[in-house]
């Protein structure tokens, strides 16, 4: 039994155990951190209407941030492992463009008067978020010619998440009256994330968890190279795909209810692995947890820093994942290797 639980699966385990205590301090914190500051959640009880902000905004937000954050770790480490590349991210096959260009159009043809405000945020936005980012990688797989080639893949989706930038920005720049309730979507917001959209993420993550999990040993395979992975029997070019499918379900689903949030899903992975070296199956829960610390914990910073306003979480998210990486950058080309 002691040689099973080796040191590199003791530091796993006592990281996942650390990250869900963390993730347990954090939804308690959230739920207690508002507009009006720090309220402890034993003082809310006795307040009905207090209880009521707990129990319908502050609670889905809470967990929802748990939930976006934990989809994209998850979106980020099958990204890496499917590229062989550290710096891929979630929105790499063009994801973030598509469900930009979905909203803008959708704004742009429902208008922005209150009675369609109220309509789109309900159901058209969220809906209109998760087809464009479907469409966008479909439309990256097609431009590929399907998934057995990584690199044109990968070109791929640079191209198409530039081309549909360009078209967002075309249809901004012609109904410019959208631009502010645009700006929310695309630099994150987690404030109108309620039970349902909480609901949809568990359901996603779960079934996406499982369903990376099962194919982890083809990402182990592909870090071995791809002619290794094929004389292991792997079927890639079916792997690929569920894998891609896996990755654009989880980013899809996050993106449509949180709007873009950078830097979470590419450096989810990278605190895992600076923590300790394992398998994929093992990393990817790992990052799906460290994902959701990591939102979470920035959707918290972004409520309460300069409370009775709110930062926006995405730039937030954006600012320390870049100093996290600007120092990761450092730190590597100090020791002469790469990232």
């Not at 502010?180 to 959209?197: E, H, I």
């Not at 009775?308 to 996290?324: D, F, K, M, S």
């Amino acid at each position: 039994m002691s040689q099973a639980f080796t040191h590199p699966h003791r530091k796993a385990f006592w990281l996942a155990l650390g990250l869900a205590v963390t993730s347990a301090a954090l939804l308690l914190l959230g739920v207690s951190v508002g507009s009006t500051g720090f309220d402890s959640v034993l003082d809310l009880q006795r307040d009905p209407q207090a209880l009521l902000i707990v129990s319908e905004i502050r609670l889905p937000r809470t967990l929802g941030a748990w939930l976006a954050g934990a989809l994209l770790g998850l979106a980020g480490a099958v990204a890496q492992g499917l590229f062989r590349n550290p710096l891929a991210d979630p929105y790499l096959l063009g994801s973030a463009s598509g469900a930009s260009l979905g909203v803008a159009l959708a704004m742009a043809l429902f208008g922005i008067s209150p009675l369609a405000t109220h309509w789109l945020a309900r159901i058209g936005l969220t809906g209109a978020a998760f087809v464009g980012a479907v469409l966008a990688v479909l439309l990256t797989l097609l431009l590929a010619k399907g998934v057995q080639h990584t690199l044109r893949l990968l070109l791929a989706g640079v191209i198409v998440g530039v081309v549909l930038g360009a078209i967002t920005s075309l249809v901004l720049l012609l109904t410019p009256e959208i631009m502010q309730a645009m700006q929310s979507f695309m630099l994150g917001n987690t404030g109108l994330v309620g039970w349902t959209a909480c609901a949809i993420m568990a359901a996603v993550f779960a079934a996406a968890m499982l369903a990376a999990w099962m194919m982890s040993h083809a990402l182990d395979g592909l870090a071995l190279g791809e002619a290794t992975a094929q004389s292991l029997g792997l079927p890639l070019p079916q792997m690929r795909a569920a894998l891609v499918a896996v990755l654009a379900l989880a980013t899809g689903t996050a993106v449509a209810q949180t709007g873009l949030i950078a830097f979470v899903g590419l450096a989810a992975p990278h605190l895992v692995r600076s923590v300790v070296k394992t398998t994929h199956g093992r990393l990817i829960a790992l990052a799906s947890l460290m994902g959701a610390v990591l939102l979470t914990a920035a959707d918290i910073l972004a409520r309460g820093l300069v409370a009775p306003q709110e930062l926006p979480v995405g730039v937030l998210t954006a600012v320390l994942g870049g100093t996290y990486l600007l120092w990761l950058m450092h730190r590597h080309t100090g020791r002469g290797s790469g990232l």
